[in-house]
């Protein structure tokens, strides 16, 4: 294992040389010397040590705790202070600063070893949990969904970015505050209903699906959501809080309704309009296609489209279908055969049904039964 590397800012010359000295004595390896605050800054970011031993006292604008303030913010290096001063108010201060060690000189070389193994066992425990920290908040903006965490007074701990955008609060503002204050979701069918969003997350606990609401955010209209909830439970199986996992279905509930709609009028289109495979066998036929033709619309699905007319009508028929691979519609009149055997005469117009690649993935046919039309010709 490398030496750890100790930056060592003292201002009485000295009291540097005699840290030194023990610090090489005890192994450790002493990346620079400073003497002021600001001296120490510079020589931290220069030399990124393992540790600094930072004196309260120093000469100058800047004392070594200010100092350590800025190196801890800036470089994440621990600091343990070494002080001529016990008094309360320095102790106080130094406190704030959160320090991994602290030395009233002067000191003992067992005392500064001791003291320097412990504070860079804590560090390597803090660069630790800020790296899982890290891996975490990463994980946890990457989620699609939006997820939000309360704590066992069901008060907000954590969101993610999704969930900051569906509600409209940062998750500063959000922290500390009732999560039925955050979230303000209302039943889908009774749109005024305002529901608790904490209970709503413990009953989610012990629902086998998501359940859909109204979200109301902060600012702009409301959207359709979807909820999952789970309850934080300790070992004991006391409560700790609860997870709500929030994701946004306005876009995929509209896309729904407009599907719906356009299956209704394809169903009570008095057109028949059925959807063939690139084999030719039904994969789709509406009310219509399958009255024309005597069959129940269940029965008409899967069946070779040679069973909807004469046998004599086939080879005009195949060479319709072949037709469409060069990209051609066809229009044309045929007769198509009933389930009892009987034929009536249709206009037929078919033509390819692509996806966005585009590629054919079947072929859709709308057929006008023109008995009356014919029968007027013969008249």
Known sequence: MSKARILVVEDEGVIAEDTRTSLSDLGYEVAAVASSGEEAILKAEQTRPNLVLMDVMLKGEMDGIEAANTITERFHIPIVYLTSYADNGILKRAKVSEPFGYLVKPFRTRE?????????????????LRENHEWFSVMLNSIADGLIATDEFDNVKLMNKVAQKLTGWTEEHANGKPLSEILILTDLKQPNKVMDAAQTAKDLSNSTSDIQFYLSPQQGPR????????????????????????RNITQKKEVEEKLRLLSEVIQQSSEGIAVFDMDHKTIFANEAFSVMHGYSREEAVGKHVSHFHKREQMPKVR???????????????????????????????ISLLQDDKPSP??????????????ASRQV
């Open 112 to 128: 500064l070893a001791a003291t320097i193994e412990m504070a860079l066992a804590k560090s390597r425990l803090h660069a630790l």
């Open 223 to 246: 959207i359709i959501v979807e909820c999952e909830g789970s309850q934080i439970l300790d070992s004991g199986r006391g409560y700790l809080g609860v997870v709500l996992v929030i």
């Open 319 to 349: 060479a319709a279908f072949g037709r469409l691979n060069n990209g051609n519609h066809y229009s044309g009149e045929n007769w198509h055969t009933r389930k009892d055997g009987t034929v009536f005469p249709g206009l037929m117009h």
């Open 361 to 374: 993935v079947g072929i859709i046919a709308v057929l006008r039964d023109i008995t009356d039309i014919t």
